[in-house]
T-cell receptor, first 116, second 114 residues
Framework: SAVISQKPSRDICQRGTSLTIQCQVD?????MFWYRQQPGQSLTLIAT?????????ESGFVIDKFPISRPNLTFSTLTVSNMSPEDSSIYLC?????????????FGSGTRLTVV | AQSVAQPEDQVNVAEGNPLTVKCTYS??????LFWYVQYPNRGLQFLLK??????LVKGSYGFEAEFNKSQTSFHLKKPSALVSDSALYFC????????????FGGGTRLMVKP
């Protein structure tokens, strides 16, 4: 199955600044998904990143706040812009992982963001 | 629209007793269903899935889940709970549209007491 390297694993940031999170996959994948997990909550999809086109954002998430890049089939970044304490969450990337014999999803280890 | 419901925020069970964590879903087409577990300060770990085939699915750490199409349920079960099973459990369903993303339930905190 695919392996995702996500970094940074955690960061503490000042309000008003931006943080870029990177996900590198060890195989080519069509779509990458970015999720947010607020403290004590479930995972909420932020956007789907498809190589060569603009990301598709879910309701409640906008490109100006969470710009996403997808320069190739193995890499994506999510930026959390103009951060406020409400952005303190775990951010995860994920890919659909399909082979001839197996199907599932692989998740990065997550980025724990604290905004102060 | 796809959705997943986990009706219990928390499930408490004594060690050695059977446990059930409930999940119901709503999805167009055939459901692809998943269970994940999250331990404190740890990443998301895959437990098991239902894609097709037998309704009873066996997964990691002795967990199993039963797919029930008529009740649109996919409850997670374990015959004998361990204190180390205490964690946050998420049910998820794949959306059957252009995105194929996972939609997660709200999560259920399992507390196993000695």
């Amino acid at each position: 199955s695919a392996v995702i390297s996500q970094k940074p694993s955690r960061d503490i940031c000042q309000r008003g600044t931006s943080l870029t999170i990177q996900c590198q996959v060890d195989s080519q994948v069509t779509m990458m998904f970015w999720y947010r997990q607020q403290p004590g909550q479930s995972l909420t999809l932020i956007a789907t990143a498809n190589q060569g086109s603009e990301a598709t954002y879910e309701s409640g998430f906008v490109i100006d706040k969470f710009p996403i890049s997808r320069p190739n089939l193995t890499f994506s970044t999510l930026t959390v812009s103009n951060m406020s304490p409400e952005d303190s969450s775990i951010y995860l990337c994920s890919v659909e992982d399909s082979t001839e014999t197996n199907y599932g999803y692989t998740f990065g280890s997550g980025t724990r963001l604290t905004v102060v | 629209a796809q959705s997943v419901a986990q009706p219990e925020d928390q499930v408490n069970v004594a060690e050695g007793n059977p446990l059930t964590v409930k999940c119901t879903y709503s999805v167009s087409g055939n459901p692809y269903l998943f269970w994940y577990v999250q331990y404190p300060n740890r990443g998301l770990q895959f437990l098991l899935k239902y894609i097709t085939g037998d309704n009873l699915v066996k997964g990691s750490y002795g967990f199993e889940a039963e797919f029930n199409k008529s009740q649109t349920s996919f409850h997670l079960k374990k015959p004998s709970a361990l204190v180390s099973d205490s964690a946050l459990y998420f049910c998820a369903v794949r959306t059957n549209n252009a995105g194929n993303m996972l939609t997660f339930g709200g999560g259920t905190r399992l507390m196993v007491k000695p």
